[in-house]
Structure formats: C-alpha cells, structure tokens
C-alpha cells in the first residue's frame, strides 16, 4: 500500500493500519526530528525518509549518506497521532486536517523517546513480508586466510602456518608462518587488486619482525591479493618482498 502526498489525517490512517498489520512502513516528507535519552538531540526542519520495522527498529534517514541521523534499535514501541495544535484549548473544526503528524518510538531499557513530526507528507507506504535468510558473504579475506590454512601449499611448497593475527608493533599479521628452510613468513592478505599503501604495510610488518627477533632472523614478506598495480609490484622488488596471486575463492 502506497500514498501519494496524502493529507496528515490520511497518513495517521496508513502508518497507524501499518503498525497493527507489523507491516515495514516508510514516510518521506518534511519533518522535525527529537530524540531524549541517554542524551538529546534536536532536528529542525527537513526531508526526510523515517523507516518503522516491525521488530521496533526505527531509522531516520536524510538525503546524504549511508547512516540514519537518528535511529531507534529493535524492541521499541512504535505509535502514530494526528496533532491539531490545540494548544489553548479552542478546538479545531471536525473536518480542519491536523497541523502534524506524529511518529513515536519508546525504548523502557533505557528510557528513550524518538519524536517526529511531520509538517508535510509526501509519501506512505506499508509492506508486509518476510525475509528467513542471513547475510551470506564471500571473497572475504577472511575467506582467503582460510584458503591458506587449509591448504599451505597455495602460498608455496612447505609453508607451514605458525599463527594468525600475530601481534607485532606495527600492528597484527594476517598469517604468520615458515617456509621449508625454517625462515619466517610474514604473509599480508588482501582481497581486491592492492597498491602501494598494501606494500607499505607488509613492510612495516616485516621490519618490526626483524627488530623482535634475534639480530640475524632472515624475514619474508609476502602479499596475497588477486593483482597488484604496476607501481606496487615495482615497490615490491624494491623492498625485497614477495607477490602471490591468489583470490578468496577458488573461482
């Protein structure tokens, strides 16, 4: 169900229809935006697209970037109301359309209270479905690093993997091994096509290796990705490091 630039009192109807039915439902238009809680915040007046999901999740959303400006988590009571001003009591003719429409999202565990108003509403619309899936993700270097594991030879014959994220002052080493000589192996996974920034952190890697162990410990560097750019791969000769393509997947 879907409502073009319908008046407050309709939208009241729609959005209030879509929280008994535990439908998803969305309303764009211009809005003030309170939030009291742990802290507060105020918006004043602006589009915005706010987002009620039947968990009790509430998002409001602006015309510019990913993140909602204000947001509610799962659990909270989501509730909708017409607002006639009728500050002084004077009352307001039957048929006279409300001055706001009002969205409310309560949280008991902290107490919180998300309040928007809308002056104007261009659109409401109310979906009902189900999703059971889970997020499946691939090519991850994570992925890789399992990759790796389970199969050391992908790297080179006789690499033996000793550790992950080992800590180093530099920071922690994605694999951390030995190749069949005995020499260490610091091994930096990337998952997409790398340049210089990937060379420079696996040096730094293996530097801070050479200064932790023993004075003549002889370190390897080598960086894992599906390709490397022109200048990388020079950076790499120049700094004595090593480049094995390899993807996430074995596709």
Not at 31 to 52: K, N, P, T, W
Request: net charge negative; proline share 5%.
């Amino acid at each position: 169900m879907t409502l073009e630039q319908p008046s407050l009192s309709a939208a009241c109807e729609a959005v209030a229809d879509g929280i008994e039915r535990e439908a998803l439902v969305t309303v764009f238009g211009r809005c003030s935006v309170d939030y009291e809680g742990r802290a507060s915040s105020v918006l004043e007046a602006g589009d915005r697209h706010v987002m009620l999901k039947p968990d009790g999740a509430a998002l409001v959303h602006t015309d510019e970037g990913q993140q909602p400006v204000n947001w509610q988590p799962p659990g909270c009571e989501h509730d909708v109301y017409c607002d006639d001003g009728d500050a002084d009591g004077s009352g307001v003719e039957a048929d006279a359309d409300p001055d706001a429409l009002v969205l409310e999202s309560l949280r008991s565990n902290p107490d919180e209270r998300l309040l928007v108003r809308f002056q104007r509403v261009l659109q409401v619309s109310a979906f009902s479905g189900t999703d059971e899936n889970e997020l499946a993700l691939s090519g991850t270097e994570e992925d890789l690093r399992q990759r790796i594991l389970e199969e050391p030879d992908l790297l080179e014959t006789g690499f033996t993997p000793l550790a992950t994220e080992r800590a180093t002052p530099a920071g922690a080493v994605d694999i951390y091994g030995e190749d069949s000589a005995g020499r260490t192996v610091v091994v930096e996974l990337k998952r997409r096509r790398v340049g210089p920034d990937a060379v420079g952190q696996l040096r730094r890697y293996v530097d801070a290796l050479e200064r932790d162990l023993h004075a003549d410990a002889d370190v390897r560097g080598v960086l894992v990705a599906p390709s490397v750019t022109d200048r990388a791969d020079r950076l790499l000769g120049d700094h004595g490091l090593e480049f094995v393509s390899l993807k996430p997947t074995g596709d």
